[in-house]
Structure formats: C-alpha cells, structure tokens
C-alpha cells in the first residue's frame, strides 16, 4: 500500500476569503490529488459544510447559535459532497463520504471500525473526504475548522503526511496581519516554544486559528509524521510546499 497522506481544507480556503465556495479552489484541489496519487493514498479532511449553506438558506435564530451552525452543516454537507463528486469526476476521481467526531477517534471499536472503512476506500481507489458530524458534535465548530480531527485521522491512517491548508503561510511569531514583524516559523523543533507566540488569528468563516493547529502538531508528535502547514490560496501549494517551491512550516511529529 502506498503512504498515506492526509489533506486538511478548511473554510477559508474553500471559500477564499469570500462567502462564496470556490469551484476553482476544488478544481485546483482535485489536480493536486491527481498527481498525489501516483506516490500516496490521499485522505481528505474538508470544511465548508456551513459555508455552503449560508449560500442559499437562512434559518430562524435558534436559542443556541451551534445548534444553528449545525442545522446549516447537515443542509450543506451533501450539496458540498456533490461540489466535490462533480469536480472530482471530471478528474476521474472517486470520493466518498465519512462524517466523524473526535468521540470516535477515541473509543477502541469505533477506531478500528473507522480504520477498516477507510481502508477499503483507499484500496479501492476511493478518496474518503471527512468532516465533523457536526450534527452529534460541536468540537470543530467551536475550535478548530477540522484541524484537530485531521491530525487525529493521520495518526489513526499511520499517515506519512498531513498538509494543513491555512489562510496565512504558516505559524508565525506574531499575527502578521497586525504585526509586521512577525516571522514565519518555517521548522518547528519545539512546540512549547511555538507556544508562547501563538495569536488569534480566528478568519471569519473558518475557526481554525494558530492554537487548533499547534494542538494538531501535538497530536501528531512521536508518530512519525511530518506535517506541513501551507498557504491554500496558492495554486498548486500541495506540490509546491513538499518541493519546498514556497514558505510554509513543517514539523516532523
Ligand atoms: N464542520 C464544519 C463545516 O464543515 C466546520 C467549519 C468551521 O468551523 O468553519 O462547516
């Protein structure tokens, strides 16, 4: 079996910024992964569920706001799936849906139960894409835009890689877009010390700010895994970022 590599889109990135998801951010996607594939199996971990709803419904304001993000993650989640089904055919790419929380990453059964699955998609050439059930769990809504899920995923898959696609290069020492002293921290050797830099760098339709991704460097420390946090905005950043064609942060966990 190939190596496996785990790819984590958050909102952000789908979306550009804008509140709109991009097709052409999935279409750049989809020919990354096509070339990915001829050396690894490729896991996908993609926000954009609640993104996609907000294009086309409004819904009456819950007494608890999560319980609306989450009624608009189960009404996106599938029309998110067909973005993808439809941009990832014409590349003649198989997907596949897996909806998990960090509560089944953690308990025995459901662990091997999820490895088994996700197993066979890969050895039949289908590119499991995960989100949070966001329906049955919050974690990722509230903190993290799937960056903790995607470095638990890695570890549960013995992944060789996990890419992070972020809104900025990387981890910097400061939040860049208010200090322009900050620098990018391109090797991570000590994550305490990245620690003390960390700055709320929360976008608006993603959740995943610096703190969940040091979180996820956690997880994957000791595991052998190397992870890569990259700039999605950038055409063909996957590639780019494993030739070290462009500034990003890595750490080998
Ligand atoms: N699971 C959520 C989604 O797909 C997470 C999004 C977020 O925090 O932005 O929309």
Same mark, same amino acid.
């Given at each position: 079996?190939?190596?496996?590599?785990?790819?984590?889109?958050?909102?952000?990135?789908?979306?550009?910024?804008?509140?709109?998801?991009?097709?052409?951010?999935?279409?750049?996607?989809?020919?990354?992964?096509?070339?990915?594939?001829?050396?690894?199996?490729?896991?996908?971990?993609?926000?954009?569920? $609640?993104?996609?709803?907000?294009?086309?419904? /409004?819904?009456?304001?819950? #007494?608890?706001? =999560? %319980?609306?993000?989450?009624? @608009? *993650?189960?009404?996106?989640?599938?029309?998110?799936?067909?973005?993808?089904?439809?941009?990832?055919?014409?590349?003649?790419?198989?997907?596949?849906?897996?909806?998990?929380?960090?509560?089944?990453?953690?308990?025995?059964?459901?662990?091997?139960?999820?490895?088994?699955?996700?197993?066979?998609?890969?050895?039949?050439?289908? $590119?499991?894409?995960?989100?949070?059930?966001? /329906?049955?769990?919050?974690? #990722?809504?509230? =903190? %993290?835009?799937?960056?903790? @899920? *995607?470095?638990?995923?890695?570890?549960?898959?013995?992944?060789?890689?996990?890419?992070?696609?972020?809104?900025?290069?990387?981890?910097?020492?400061?939040?860049?877009?208010?200090?322009?002293?900050?620098?990018?921290?391109?090797?991570?050797?000590?994550?305490?010390?990245?620690?003390?830099?960390?700055?709320?760098?929360?976008?608006?339709?993603?959740?995943?700010?610096?703190?969940?991704?040091?979180?996820?460097?956690?997880?994957?420390?000791?595991?052998?895994?190397?992870?890569?946090?990259?700039?999605?905005?950038?055409?063909?950043?996957?590639?780019?970022?494993?030739?070290?064609?462009?500034?990003?942060?890595?750490?080998?966990?």
């Amino acid at each position: 079996m190939k190596p496996i590599i785990v790819l984590k889109i958050g909102t952000s990135t789908l979306t550009g910024g804008t509140n709109n998801i991009s097709r052409g951010k999935i279409e750049d996607i989809s020919m990354q992964i096509l070339d990915l594939k001829k050396d690894y199996n490729v896991i996908l971990v993609s926000s954009g569920a $609640i993104a996609v709803a907000k294009q086309f419904v /409004t819904l009456k304001a819950p #007494e608890r706001p =999560l %319980g609306l993000k989450s009624a @608009l *993650s189960a009404i996106g989640q599938p029309k998110l799936m067909q973005i993808y089904m439809e941009i990832f055919a014409d590349h003649g790419l198989q997907v596949a849906q897996c909806l998990l929380t960090h509560f089944d990453l953690q308990g025995e059964e459901s662990r091997e139960n999820t490895k088994k699955t996700i197993t066979v998609l890969l050895n039949n050439d289908y $590119i499991p894409i995960i989100n949070e059930n966001d /329906t049955v769990a919050v974690e #990722e809504i509230i =903190l %993290g835009d799937n960056d903790k @899920l *995607s470095a638990m995923v890695a570890v549960l898959m013995n992944a060789k890689k996990l890419v992070i696609a972020s809104d900025i290069d990387g981890i910097f020492t400061g939040n860049p877009n208010i200090n322009p002293d900050a620098k990018l921290i391109e090797n991570v050797k000590s994550i305490e010390e990245v620690k003390t830099y960390i700055q709320d760098t929360e976008s608006n339709l993603g959740s995943g700010g610096m703190e969940s991704k040091i979180n996820a460097l956690e997880i994957c420390q000791g595991k052998n895994i190397k992870v890569i946090i990259v700039n999605g905005s950038i055409q063909f950043f996957l590639r780019k970022a494993i030739k070290n064609e462009i500034p990003h942060t890595r750490f080998i966990g």
